[in-house]
């Protein structure tokens, strides 16, 4: 359904050293840096024929996370899920709500972990039981 998805960073290198170490769990590359004709930087990883990429702001703003948005990244099994929330702390994230864990939910039993970035994008790391 999603071809890409796109959140703003305040310090685009502090971004690449989080978001290649927390997304080389999942089996993405390096992220591609990327100067547009602007002059702005950004940043793209690939995998799975999905994208998720990072910029500065293109309106020169502070870039600011979302109030109630979530970005959820798919992990193939519960220890991936914790691997996932441990090497976001590890690389200047924090740890939010429930410690990563099995969760009970309407949607069927799910691994979940979830923390924030650290320009405080939400970020989730998933695993349906089958």
Same mark, same amino acid.
């Given at each position: ?8 960073? =305040? ?8 978001? !290649?170490? #927390?997304?080389?769990? #999942? ?6 840096? =990327? ?31 979302? =109030? ?7 992990? =193939? ?8 929330? !441990? ?14 864990? #099995? ?28």
């Amino acid at each position: 359904m999603l071809n890409h998805v796109m959140l703003g960073s =305040n310090d685009i290198d502090r971004s690449k050293r989080f978001y !290649d170490a #927390l997304l080389a769990v #999942l089996g993405a590359g390096e992220g591609v840096r =990327n100067v547009a004709s602007s002059g702005h930087v950004r940043l793209f990883y690939r995998h799975d024929g999905s994208s998720f990429c990072l910029s500065q702001p293109i309106d020169g703003e502070a870039a600011t996370c979302s =109030n109630g948005g979530t970005i959820g990244f798919k992990c =193939n099994s519960p220890e991936q899920v914790k691997q996932f929330h !441990d090497v976001a702390v590890a690389h200047g994230g924090r740890s939010i709500e429930d410690p990563p864990g #099995l969760r009970e939910s309407g949607m069927g039993a799910l691994h979940l972990a979830y923390v924030r970035d650290p320009d405080g994008h939400k970020l989730c790391a998933i695993h349906r039981v089958k």
